[in-house]
């Protein structure tokens, strides 16, 4: 089976992500540019980057910034879109799970929204590779709903073929495979958004 990422349009992508009944990339973006100020790491790389979703609020402090996605057309717009705005910028198009993966040890690696689709232990064992000891790995991962579909109905058909391999992944379960990765929890809080749903952001420390 091809990975349902690779036949999602960008437009469709960014289009479902602003849905005011979606409404995720702001959350997102913003939790980027917090972890990127609390932390002010010198290297960062973003796991999962889409089409650059927040790259505009990187800080000059940043020094290096990885891009990384499985989608080409995803790294190809984040690239025109950033490429001659933000120094010391690469990109990557690398599957997290099982690619060996292609760059320098980074200081702090943000992935937010896509635990929920890849295998953890063998991603979470590839990020530990890019890590620099010391380093953190923070993790945004979407929170069950009583209430609501893990994926919010829309206009975007497309969207609706991640039913295939989505999965809200428990918090101890991604702990758990952290730790095993070299990863130890450092902190933890919960964010709702307007629609109601809620995620988890995880801070942890590479040993
Ligand atoms: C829900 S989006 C989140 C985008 C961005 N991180 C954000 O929070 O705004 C998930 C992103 O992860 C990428 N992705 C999914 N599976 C992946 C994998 N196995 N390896 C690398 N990237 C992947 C998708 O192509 C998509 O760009």
């Avoid at 120094?87 to 980074?106: I, R």
């Avoid at 063998?122 to 009583?146: H, I, K, M």
Wanted: hydrophobic residues 40%; contains cysteine; glycine residues 6%.
């Amino acid at each position: 089976m091809n990975n349902p990422w690779l036949e999602i349009p960008i437009s469709d992508y960014e289009s479902h992500m602003s849905l005011p009944t979606v409404d995720q990339a702001v959350m997102t973006a913003t939790e980027l540019s917090r972890v990127l100020s609390q932390f002010t790491p010198e290297s960062v790389a973003v796991i999962g980057c889409a089409g650059g979703n927040g790259f505009d609020a990187i800080p000059a402090s940043t020094k290096r910034v990885v891009g990384v996605d499985i989608n080409h057309s995803y790294i190809a717009r984040a690239a025109e879109r950033y490429e001659q705005r933000i120094p010391g910028l690469e990109f990557h198009v690398a599957d997290v799970q099982s690619d060996h993966l292609p760059f320098e040890p980074v200081e702090l690696i943000y992935a937010s929204l896509v635990l929920e689709y890849v295998s953890l232990p063998e991603s979470l064992d590839n990020l530990a590779r890019v890590c620099l000891p010391g380093g953190r790995l923070v993790t945004l991962l979407q929170q069950p709903s009583t209430t609501m579909t893990a994926l919010t109905p829309s206009p975007y058909n497309t969207i609706q073929s991640l039913n295939k391999i989505m999965r809200l992944v428990p918090s101890s379960e991604c702990a758990g495979y952290a730790a095993s990765a070299g990863f130890t929890l450092e902190s933890e809080k919960s964010l709702t958004i307007k629609s109601g749903k809620s995620f988890l952001v995880q801070v942890y420390y590479r040993q």
